[in-house]
């Protein structure tokens, strides 16, 4: 069974920082790209990072709304997902889901529980 | 404001077979078969429900199929049942700037 489990998350101060983790079983990580997708309270999803497999070299993306202040990463060795978001805003403050991305690379195929971020001071 | 629309509320009754649409653009919708379904419970992660424009993963009912015309996708429900009761997001593979854009998402009331 494929199972994402999150954890990290929490209550910061605007311009603060924070680390979610993400980690899985059930499959063989390295195999796939894994993404943060969020969700500001009462809205839509928003795509936030990627993190290619090794196949395709490990390369990241990003949000423009969050590049050059969110990392993502990933440890294979620990079938761990990583999000690094420094300089946080308030409308940085959402439930972040780690989702794997399925086999076409164009739909999220499982999801993590989600976690909750505030960033208020 | 979403990439791709969708109006935002949507309602039937139990039995009944209602559909959801997705307008994009031809970078989006119009120009791949790379459309996905998601179903979110209150307080719950999204689950996906159609990929590749209709396609279902394994152990989602086959209540639900998906299609598309043009610029716009469809997500059909049919034989309503309470538990369908949700938002439904649609997203798209895009070449313009993130690899995936998504609907502002759907309520559906199943009355």
């Known amino acids: 069974e494929v199972q994402l489990v999150q954890s990290g998350g929490g209550l910061v101060q605007p311009g603060g920082s924070l680390r979610l983790s993400c980690a899985v079983s059930g499959f063989t990580f390295s195999d796939h790209c894994m993404d943060w997708v969020r969700q500001a309270p009462g809205k839509g999803l928003e795509w936030v990072a990627r993190t290619r497999n090794k196949a395709d070299g490990y390369t990241t993306e990003y949000a423009a709304s969050v590049k050059g202040r969110f990392t993502i990463s990933r440890d294979d060795s620990k079938n761990s997902l990583y999000l690094q978001m420094n300089s946080l805003r308030t409308e940085d403050t959402a439930v972040y889901y780690c989702?794997?991305?399925?086999?076409?690379?164009?739909?999220?195929?499982?999801w993590g529980q989600g976690t909750l971020v505030t960033v208020s001071s | 404001q979403s990439a791709l629309t969708q109006p935002a509320s949507v309602s039937g009754s139990p039995g009944q077979s209602i559909t959801v649409s997705c307008t994009g653009t031809r970078s989006d919708v119009g120009g791949y078969n790379y459309v996905s379904w998601y179903q979110q419970h209150p307080g719950k992660a999204p689950k996906l429900i159609i990929y590749?424009?209709?396609k279902r993963p394994s152990g989602v009912s086959n209540r639900f199929s998906g299609s598309k015309s043009g610029n716009t996708a469809s997500l059909t429900i049919s034989g309503l049942q309470a538990e369908d009761e949700a938002h439904y997001y649609c997203?798209?593979?895009?070449?313009?700037?993130?690899?995936?854009?998504f609907g502002g998402g759907t309520m559906l009331a199943v009355l």
């Open positions: 590749d424009v209709s």
């Open positions: 989702s794997r991305v399925g086999v076409a690379k164009a739909y999220f195929d499982n």
């Open positions: 997203s798209s593979y895009t070449r313009i700037s993130t690899w995936v854009v």
